[in-house]
Protein backbone atom coordinates (compact mmCIF):
# COMPACT_ATOMS: atom_id res chain seq x y z
CA UNK A 1 0.00 0.00 0.00
CA UNK A 2 1.47 3.39 -0.98
CA UNK A 3 1.72 5.92 1.72
CA UNK A 4 1.17 8.80 -0.38
CA UNK A 5 -1.69 9.39 -2.99
CA UNK A 6 -0.81 9.46 -6.70
CA UNK A 7 -0.95 13.24 -6.67
CA UNK A 8 2.23 12.89 -4.49
CA UNK A 9 3.76 10.41 -6.06
CA UNK A 10 7.88 11.77 -7.24
CA UNK A 11 7.76 12.64 -10.76
CA UNK A 12 10.78 10.22 -11.89
CA UNK A 13 14.16 11.19 -12.07
CA UNK A 14 15.62 9.63 -14.68
CA UNK A 15 13.23 9.47 -17.60
CA UNK A 16 13.58 8.90 -21.74
CA UNK A 17 15.58 11.41 -23.76
CA UNK A 18 14.08 14.15 -25.07
CA UNK A 19 15.57 12.58 -29.07
CA UNK A 20 13.03 9.89 -28.45
CA UNK A 21 10.13 12.28 -27.80
CA UNK A 22 8.77 11.75 -31.83
CA UNK A 23 6.20 8.89 -33.16
CA UNK A 24 5.27 5.90 -31.12
CA UNK A 25 6.71 4.16 -28.49
CA UNK A 26 5.74 1.22 -26.82
CA UNK A 27 5.28 0.09 -23.47
CA UNK A 28 4.44 -3.49 -21.87
CA UNK A 29 3.74 -3.76 -18.44
CA UNK A 30 2.21 -6.55 -15.97
CA UNK A 31 0.09 -5.67 -13.02
CA UNK A 32 -2.43 -8.41 -12.12
CA UNK A 33 -5.36 -8.99 -14.02
CA UNK A 34 -4.93 -7.50 -17.57
CA UNK A 35 -8.80 -6.48 -17.50
CA UNK A 36 -7.84 -3.32 -15.03
CA UNK A 37 -4.28 -2.29 -16.18
CA UNK A 38 -5.79 -1.76 -19.66
CA UNK A 39 -9.00 0.13 -18.12
CA UNK A 40 -5.90 2.05 -16.79
CA UNK A 41 -3.94 2.75 -19.59
CA UNK A 42 -7.15 3.47 -22.08
CA UNK A 43 -8.23 6.54 -19.82
CA UNK A 44 -4.78 8.15 -19.57
CA UNK A 45 -3.43 11.42 -21.74
CA UNK A 46 -1.30 10.77 -24.33
CA UNK A 47 -1.88 6.77 -24.75
CA UNK A 48 -3.08 5.99 -28.40
CA UNK A 49 -4.21 1.61 -28.08
CA UNK A 50 -4.15 -0.44 -25.22
CA UNK A 51 -3.97 -3.74 -26.02
CA UNK A 52 -4.32 -6.89 -23.12
CA UNK A 53 -2.46 -10.20 -23.52
CA UNK A 54 0.49 -12.36 -22.52
CA UNK A 55 4.05 -11.49 -21.61
CA UNK A 56 7.28 -13.90 -20.60
CA UNK A 57 6.31 -17.03 -22.10
CA UNK A 58 5.97 -19.02 -25.43
CA UNK A 59 4.10 -18.62 -28.24
CA UNK A 60 2.58 -22.18 -27.66
CA UNK A 61 1.01 -21.21 -24.41
CA UNK A 62 0.01 -18.01 -24.93
CA UNK A 63 -4.27 -18.30 -24.43
CA UNK A 64 -5.98 -17.87 -22.16
CA UNK A 65 -7.24 -21.69 -20.65
CA UNK A 66 -3.49 -22.18 -20.56
CA UNK A 67 -2.40 -19.07 -18.63
CA UNK A 68 -4.89 -19.39 -16.42
CA UNK A 69 -3.10 -22.89 -15.06
CA UNK A 70 -0.80 -20.63 -13.62
CA UNK A 71 2.16 -23.34 -15.14
CA UNK A 72 3.41 -20.59 -18.08
CA UNK A 73 6.35 -18.22 -17.52
CA UNK A 74 3.15 -15.97 -18.88
CA UNK A 75 1.89 -13.05 -17.10
CA UNK A 76 -1.17 -11.47 -18.12
CA UNK A 77 -0.15 -7.95 -19.61
CA UNK A 78 -0.95 -4.83 -21.81
CA UNK A 79 1.04 -3.53 -24.40
CA UNK A 80 0.48 0.73 -24.22
CA UNK A 81 1.10 2.35 -27.43
CA UNK A 82 2.16 6.09 -25.84
CA UNK A 83 3.02 9.50 -27.86
CA UNK A 84 5.86 10.16 -26.52
CA UNK A 85 5.65 14.38 -27.56
CA UNK A 86 2.71 13.96 -25.00
CA UNK A 87 3.86 11.99 -22.38
CA UNK A 88 7.09 9.90 -20.96
CA UNK A 89 7.87 6.28 -20.07
CA UNK A 90 8.91 7.58 -16.93
CA UNK A 91 5.33 8.99 -16.65
CA UNK A 92 3.98 6.14 -17.99
CA UNK A 93 5.86 4.35 -15.05
CA UNK A 94 4.56 6.32 -12.58
CA UNK A 95 1.01 5.81 -13.35
CA UNK A 96 1.82 2.06 -13.41
CA UNK A 97 3.14 2.28 -9.92
CA UNK A 98 0.91 5.01 -8.28
CA UNK A 99 -2.52 3.94 -9.73
CA UNK A 100 -2.72 0.67 -12.25
CA UNK A 101 -1.76 -1.68 -9.53
CA UNK A 102 0.46 -2.56 -5.89
CA UNK A 103 3.60 -3.82 -6.93
CA UNK A 104 4.51 -4.69 -3.48
CA UNK A 105 2.10 -7.80 -3.80
CA UNK A 106 4.22 -10.94 -5.08
CA UNK A 107 2.51 -13.27 -7.80
CA UNK A 108 -0.86 -11.60 -7.00
CA UNK A 109 -3.00 -9.04 -7.28
CA UNK A 110 -5.76 -8.28 -5.43
CA UNK A 111 -8.67 -11.21 -5.27
CA UNK A 112 -6.31 -12.82 -7.65
CA UNK A 113 -3.37 -15.03 -7.14
CA UNK A 114 -0.54 -16.75 -9.17
CA UNK A 115 2.36 -16.31 -11.12
CA UNK A 116 0.55 -14.80 -14.13
CA UNK A 117 -0.43 -12.23 -11.82
CA UNK A 118 2.97 -10.97 -10.96
CA UNK A 119 3.88 -6.99 -11.19
CA UNK A 120 6.71 -6.93 -13.77
CA UNK A 121 7.88 -4.25 -16.82
CA UNK A 122 8.90 -5.46 -19.66
CA UNK A 123 11.48 -3.32 -20.78
CA UNK A 124 12.21 -3.05 -25.20
CA UNK A 125 15.78 -1.67 -24.86
CA UNK A 126 18.25 -0.38 -22.85
CA UNK A 127 16.75 3.28 -21.99
CA UNK A 128 13.28 1.48 -20.65
CA UNK A 129 15.19 -0.82 -18.41
CA UNK A 130 17.06 2.10 -16.98
CA UNK A 131 14.14 4.07 -16.47
CA UNK A 132 12.26 1.41 -14.87
CA UNK A 133 15.08 0.30 -12.63
CA UNK A 134 16.11 4.06 -11.47
CA UNK A 135 12.26 5.04 -10.42
CA UNK A 136 12.27 1.58 -8.79
CA UNK A 137 15.08 2.70 -6.80
CA UNK A 138 13.88 6.23 -6.10
CA UNK A 139 10.36 4.92 -4.89
CA UNK A 140 12.09 2.41 -2.47
CA UNK A 141 14.35 5.01 -1.34
CA UNK A 142 11.36 7.35 -0.70
CA UNK A 143 9.68 4.96 1.47
CA UNK A 144 6.50 5.35 -1.12
CA UNK A 145 5.29 1.51 -0.45
CA UNK A 146 5.16 0.49 3.52
CA UNK A 147 7.06 -3.03 2.14
CA UNK A 148 9.41 -3.43 -0.81
CA UNK A 149 8.54 -3.31 -4.23
CA UNK A 150 8.72 -6.72 -5.97
CA UNK A 151 8.29 -5.80 -9.74
CA UNK A 152 10.05 -8.14 -11.87
CA UNK A 153 12.35 -5.61 -14.62
CA UNK A 154 12.71 -8.46 -17.59
CA UNK A 155 13.64 -7.96 -21.27
CA UNK A 156 10.37 -8.61 -23.63
CA UNK A 157 11.07 -11.16 -25.64
CA UNK A 158 7.51 -11.08 -27.37
CA UNK A 159 4.16 -9.75 -26.16
CA UNK A 160 0.94 -11.76 -27.90
CA UNK A 161 -2.33 -10.51 -28.23
CA UNK A 162 -5.19 -11.94 -25.54
CA UNK A 163 -8.50 -13.25 -27.26
CA UNK A 164 -10.72 -10.81 -29.23
CA UNK A 165 -13.37 -11.00 -25.73
CA UNK A 166 -10.71 -9.71 -23.39
CA UNK A 167 -9.90 -6.50 -25.05
CA UNK A 168 -11.55 -3.46 -23.93
CA UNK A 169 -13.30 -5.77 -21.64
CA UNK A 170 -14.17 -3.16 -18.72
CA UNK A 171 -15.46 -0.59 -20.87
CA UNK A 172 -18.03 -3.50 -22.45
CA UNK A 173 -18.66 -5.15 -19.03
CA UNK A 174 -19.40 -1.97 -16.76
CA UNK A 175 -21.71 -3.95 -14.33
CA UNK A 176 -19.47 -7.10 -14.11
CA UNK A 177 -19.16 -7.03 -10.19
CA UNK A 178 -15.45 -7.41 -10.35
CA UNK A 179 -14.94 -4.79 -12.96
CA UNK A 180 -16.72 -2.69 -10.49
CA UNK A 181 -14.86 -3.58 -7.36
CA UNK A 182 -11.21 -3.72 -8.92
CA UNK A 183 -11.07 -1.41 -12.06
CA UNK A 184 -13.51 1.17 -11.78
CA UNK A 185 -11.85 2.48 -8.51
CA UNK A 186 -8.37 2.78 -10.48
CA UNK A 187 -10.27 4.82 -13.44
CA UNK A 188 -11.39 7.26 -10.72
CA UNK A 189 -7.90 7.22 -9.17
CA UNK A 190 -6.52 8.35 -12.66
CA UNK A 191 -9.46 11.05 -13.46
CA UNK A 192 -8.76 12.42 -10.32
CA UNK A 193 -4.94 12.23 -11.05
CA UNK A 194 -5.27 13.96 -14.08
CA UNK A 195 -7.43 16.77 -13.02
CA UNK A 196 -4.52 17.52 -10.73
CA UNK A 197 -2.06 17.62 -13.21
CA UNK A 198 -4.02 19.82 -15.40
CA UNK A 199 -4.72 22.06 -12.96
CA UNK A 200 -1.45 22.53 -11.81
CA UNK A 201 0.04 22.79 -15.27
CA UNK A 202 -2.67 25.79 -15.58
CA UNK A 203 -1.61 27.25 -12.65
CA UNK A 204 2.22 27.28 -14.10
Not at 1 to 27: C, I, K, T, Y
Not at 51 to 58: C, E
Not at 124 to 139: N, S, T
Amino acid sequence: MARVSPEEFPEPAVDAALADRAGQRNAVLAGGCFWCVEAVYKNLDGVLTVKSGYAGGSADTADYETVSTGTTNHAESVEVVYDPGRITYGQILRVFFSIAHDPTQLNRQGPDTGRQYRSAIFYADDEQKRVAEAYIDQLNKAHIFDRPIVTEVVPLEAFFEAETYHQDYAARNPSNPYIVINAQPKVSKLRSYQASREKSATAG
